[in-house]
């Protein structure tokens, strides 16, 4: 189990850095265009604009947002622009993204979206030292827990079976050792009510072994002893 969990966030975070790449990848070409379209702010590079961030996430695995500074979304990959066009970056996300080279938000960027989600941001600068736009990409993350969560499971289900299997192969184990001393008890028994007939199969060559060998010697000393007894009490008969 313990192995499964380490799997697990081995995977995890594996998946997720294989995520972050390529986001940032995105996330910095639309960047570079966002700073074009700011200093040529035609109605042909803004369609053309618009055109790149729909064929960006024409697969539904990616959604982009461009931001002005006041968070306002002013352009998105959807494909008629206008899912996310009322709403806001939040001030925190905004800040947050103004104070690092990359922003990363795992989660629902302050309730902008639904559902467990890895963004990636990115102030576009272009040749000023102050953001003119902020980029967004977004990707959800549902599968990577879907796969934690199989994978969770199927080490739940070996370490069950493996720990079934353990128990079995203990119990025969213990089974196996302990017969010979069970049989020995019951040997004592016996000789205890005057039957020294009875003996005990060797079946291993260790500790138990020579412990039944020795009891067996001793099992042969007493019943000679008992027989010479007899003989002894029957020619003092006679």
Not at 172 to 177: A, E, S, T, Y
Not at 200 to 217: C, L, R, W
């Amino acid at each position: 189990f313990i192995i499964g969990v380490f799997l697990s966030a081995l995977m995890y975070n594996y998946s997720i850095a294989e995520k972050h790449a390529s986001l940032e990848r995105a996330a910095i070409r639309v960047s570079e265009m966002t700073e074009d379209l700011f200093y040529d702010h035609s109605f042909s590079r803004e369609q053309m604009m618009r055109s790149f961030l729909s064929s960006m996430s024409t697969d539904g695995k990616i959604h982009i947002i461009v931001c002005n500074t006041n968070g306002e979304i002013i352009l998105t990959s959807d494909k008629f622009g206008t899912s996310y066009m009322t709403a806001t970056v939040s001030p925190d996300i905004i800040q947050k993204t103004s104070n690092t080279e990359i922003f990363t938000d795992a989660g629902t960027m302050d309730g902008l979206y639904g559902g467990n989600n890895y963004t990636v941001g990115l102030a576009a600068r272009g040749d000023l030292s102050e953001p003119i736009a902020y980029v967004y990409v977004t990707t959800s993350i549902d599968s990577v827990t879907v796969l934690m969560e199989y994978v969770r499971n199927l080490f739940t289900f070996l370490a069950l079976i493996v720990f079934i299997i353990a128990a079995a192969v203990s119990y025969f184990i213990v089974r196996k050792m302990t017969r010979p001393i069970k049989q020995i008890s019951t040997a004592s028994t016996r000789f205890a009510n005057g039957d020294f007939s009875s003996r005990v199969p060797i079946q291993s060559n260790d500790e138990i072994g020579e412990m039944t060998k020795a009891f067996n010697n001793m099992a042969d000393s007493l019943e000679k002893s008992e027989d010479l007894r007899r003989d002894f009490i029957a020619n003092v008969s006679h």
